[in-house]
Every structure is written in structure tokens, then in C-alpha cells.
Nanobody, 115 residues
Framework: VQLVESGGGLVQPGGSLRLSCAASGFSFSSYAMSWFRQAPGKERELVARITSNGGSTNYADSMKGRFTISRDNAKNTVYLQMNLLKLEDTAVYYC?????????WGQGTQVTVSP
């Protein structure tokens, strides 16, 4: 099983990034997918979640209206579009899968928001 995040980097406040998470080794279309993040010195927190068929999403309050989670089951990939980024969005972002056969985590991708 692999979850490989990409798309992180350095961006100025107000900017945008699109994260991708490529999944392999499990039945991606049967798993709910999420993005979490962890800032230095803080606990890991949920950013957004999407159901297995993409029909429902939910977001942490601080991300509503700025972030969008989506998935392409044909490509075994989940995305996180992040707009209007703030300094406090700086964190390592992790891809997360949960399904009948278990829970999986990616290694994370660093997002740094800085002037």
C-alpha cells in the first residue's frame, strides 16, 4: 500500500497550491479519503474528507470556502486545492485512507506560507 503526496512547497500569503495524493496497493474507490495537517508543536488535525464515490465532502471550519477536496477514482488520486493561503496554513499535509481493510497514511508534503 502506498499513498504518495506531492504538490507542496513555498507560497506567499493569498496564494494557491494544489496537493495530490496518488494511491496504490488497495481498492482506492472503496475508501474514504482525507487530508490532515500537522504544524510544528501542534496536533495533527483534519483538513477535509471525501467519501469513496466523491458524493460528499466535509471540511474543518477554518478551511471552508478556501480549500476543496476532490478525487479521481480512475486515476486513484485525491486532490486538495488550497486557495487564499494564510501563514497559519503552514504545516505538513498528510493523505489518509480508511476502508474495510484498514487505515493508511502517506508520508506527508510540506506546505510553507511565507511572505
Amino acid at each position: 500500500v502506498q499513498l504518495v503526496e506531492s504538490g507542496g512547497g513555498l507560497v506567499q500569503p493569498g496564494g494557491s497550491l494544489r496537493l495530490s495524493c496518488a494511491a496504490s496497493g488497495f481498492s482506492f474507490s472503496s475508501y474514504a479519503m482525507s487530508w490532515f495537517r500537522q504544524a510544528p508543536g501542534k496536533e495533527r488535525e483534519l483538513v477535509a474528507r471525501i467519501t469513496s464515490n466523491g458524493g460528499s465532502t466535509n471540511y474543518a471550519d477554518s478551511m471552508k470556502g478556501r480549500f476543496t477536496i476532490s478525487r479521481d477514482n480512475a486515476k486513484n488520486t485525491v486532490y486538495l486545492q488550497m486557495n487564499l493561503l494564510k501563514l497559519e496554513d503552514t504545516a505538513v499535509y498528510y493523505c489518509h485512507a480508511v476502508g474495510i481493510r484498514g487505515i493508511y497514511w502517506g508520508q506527508g508534503t510540506q506546505v510553507t506560507v511565507s511572505p
